[in-house]
């Protein structure tokens, strides 16, 4: 069992509108995905959570500041970004030095995202877990799948 999760941002805790500009923390609606409350709230009575995303215009405190808005931020022990990695997701090195960060081995980390190859095939190279959240209800051969987050609890 992880000791670890690593929670993508948009699309996987919360709500990227496709027509909303600029930094998710200055939106006039930002919204949880569904199930991200019980499940965040559930998870991190065993274990520490964590974001690791993407966005490259948004620091640390920007999305911290998002999270509190939808009141996911007391299950969050830190936030991992491009402004204090160096990195992007698009590069399994993100994960290594998140690792290297927490101080822990990778297999006590899991990825949990939206997105196949920045969350779950880049998570896997690094030697994390990974589990792919998959909005459309399709299924993976290869990796862990989920089509809510609440299934994370039960896993």
């Known amino acids: 069992m992880p000791l670890i999760y690593l929670f993508d941002w948009g699309d996987t805790l919360m709500v990227d509108f496709a027509d909303a500009q600029g930094k998710m923390c ?3 609606k930002v919204e949880a995905v ?7 709230q559930t998870l991190s009575q065993k ?4 974001i690791a995303t993407n966005a ?4 640390e405190q920007d999305i911290k500041s998002a ?3 939808v009141k996911l931020s007391p299950f969050i022990k830190g936030y991992f970004c491009f402004e204090n990695i160096g990195l992007s997701k698009k ?6 030095k998140i690792v290297s960060k927490l101080g822990v081995s990778p297999e006590c980390v899991t990825m949990v995202g939206d997105s196949q190859i920045n969350d779950v095939e880049n998570a896997l190279k690094a030697g994390l ?3 792919w959240f998959s909005h459309s209800g399709e299924k993976h051969h290869t990796y862990k799948t ?3 987050l609440v299934e994370l609890i039960h896993l």
């Open 56 to 59: 490259a215009d948004s620091c």
């Open 129 to 131: 877990n990974a589990v």
């Open 26 to 28: 200055d939106w006039l």
């Open 91 to 96: 590069d399994p090195a993100f994960y290594s």
């Open 34 to 40: 569904e199930g991200a409350l019980e499940t965040l």
């Open 47 to 50: 274990h520490d959570i964590y």
């Open 146 to 148: 989920i089509n809510s």
């Open 67 to 69: 999270f509190q808005r």
